[in-house]
């Protein structure tokens, strides 16, 4: 029921598919005080993808601003199911969208709480 681990304190750069949670996670699956940046590598349209429940805080994602890219896209895990992952005090910064779904309706399944947008062209939904 509960997988305990962290990523933290990690600067992910210049990478095609920066960071992607493809397990089914738990409330106990951590991405926290990470720095996610697209650099210098163009064609980088998803900054994190997650297909499982997951909690992440205080990162700040930043740079992906090229037309269509999001900082999080958010997919029913393995088994089709809709995750309720947590998302609190993540700075989203110079991105085209914020959020993007596979389907309607993951993002407000999702705990959400004092996440910042700076320069986004697409903010948070609400």
Same mark, same amino acid.
Do not use: Q
């Given at each position: 029921p509960s997988l &305990?681990? =962290? =990523? +933290?304190? &990690?600067? =992910?750069?210049?990478? #095609?598919?920066? *960071?992607?949670f493809d397990s089914y996670g738990s409330k106990t699956s951590l991405f926290r005080n990470n720095l996610v940046s697209r650099g210098k $590598?163009?064609?980088? #349209? #998803? *900054?994190i993808e997650v297909r499982g429940s997951f909690r992440f805080g205080n990162n700040h994602i930043i740079g992906f601003d090229e037309e269509n890219a999001a900082a999080l896209k958010l997919f029913p895990d393995a088994i089709d199911r809709t995750p309720a992952c947590q998302f609190q005090d &993540?700075?989203?910064? @110079?991105c085209f969208s914020v959020i993007a779904e596979s389907r309607t309706g993951l993002w407000k399944n999702c +705990?959400? @709480? @004092?996440n910042? $947008? =700076?320069?986004? #062209?697409?903010?948070i939904p609400k």
């Open positions: &305990n681990w =962290i =990523i +933290h304190d &990690n600067t =992910i750069t210049d990478c #095609l598919r920066p *960071a992607v $590598t163009p064609g980088v #349209l #998803l *900054a &993540n700075i989203f910064e @110079n +705990h959400t @709480n @004092n910042m $947008t =700076i320069e986004c #062209l697409n903010k």
